[in-house]
């Protein structure tokens, strides 16, 4: 809507003003690593932050949600959603709840997740520091990071604040801000152009052809089984990633045996159970058995099925995956190298 320009030293007094106001979360530290949390106190954010553990999707779509309650016929809906901003998220972690937003839009309304996305604001934020399995400024370039309020890009003596919405609008009578001047915009633009280049990891490939040829080898078995031979099976690379969306649903029951909740949990396809299907009378078969199968599904979801519908791949490369696989085997740069290489 408009861009902004707010000085160094005005901007610790927005941050006070910002957590009196409203319920914020963003990247603080924890024991060595970056989280997204409830900030209370403004010099607990660290915008200079690489990458959290877990992404901010889960200020909507929490590890643990109830959906409904029940008594005895009676069912009545959880929905009660928070106003929060979401203060701090990177670029590739917009793009990912973008892609969360459509695909929980898509086919009946998941109102249980729309209702915290749609009472949230994002204020997004310039890269500062690049975490070292990052590979954001080669992947999906095709896909426009879309859906926050506002974005704002450290410059110098200050911070460039471009609001997209009158979500983002509203943030502005909380600090003084001015009209950005040309200059700070283009410093801006230059700022946010010039970090894409440091990532550490680069894929190589355009979306394109990584989707036609990773599908292409779905059926070269030895190969996706040569990927997965280390693989524990733990769903940690799911857990983490942000564009991951799949949970399972279990019905809790109180102790007088008429009441309780239906609540979902994160999922994990990567795990032996995710697949594993009742047949009744007590048997079941498990549809995506092998590890092989398991490793290959996550990354045909991530570089080739979803493509056609987020027009451009579900990986935003933010490198979560690589980083949380104590095999060292996640990293979808490698993976997606190794079966290029093998189908030239
Ligand atoms: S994090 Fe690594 S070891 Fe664990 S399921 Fe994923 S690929 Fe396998
Ligand atoms: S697949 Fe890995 S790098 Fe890509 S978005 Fe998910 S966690 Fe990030």
Sequence with gaps: MSDYFINEKDFGDFLKRLVRARNVLGPKAKRGHFVFGRIENPEDLRLDYDVTILPPKKAFFPTCQDLVRFDGDQVSGCIDPVDQVLFGVHFYDVKAIDMTDLLFAERGEDRNYTANRQAATIVASSIQSVSPRAFWGSVGKEVEPKGHDAFLTKVARGYVYQSRTPKGSALLELGKFRKAEATELEAARKADEAVKKKCPETLKYG??????????????????????????????????????????????????????????????????????????????????????????????????????????????????????????????????????????
């Design 207 to 344: 979306a394109a052809e990584v989707a036609k040829k990773v599908r292409a080898a779905f059926p070269d078995e030895k190969l996706w089984e040569r990927l997965s031979e280390r693989c524990f099976s733990c769903g940690s690379c799911n857990l983490v990633c942000p564009t991951c969306y799949c949970f399972d649903v279990q019905d809790h029951w109180n102790v007088d045996q008429r009441s309780g909740a239906r609540t979902r949990y994160w999922d994990a396809c990567l795990t032996s159970e995710f697949s594993k299907v009742s047949l009744g009378a007590g048997n079941s078969e498990n549809f995506r058995e092998s590890r092989g199968e398991r490793f290959r599904h996550r990354i045909l979801r991530k570089a080739s099925y979803l493509n056609e519908k987020l027009g451009g791949p579900a990986c935003v490369g933010c490198g979560r995956c690589a980083a949380a696989c104590t095999a060292d085997i996640a990293d979808p740069v490698k993976t997606i190298r190794e079966v290029m290489e093998a189908a030239s």
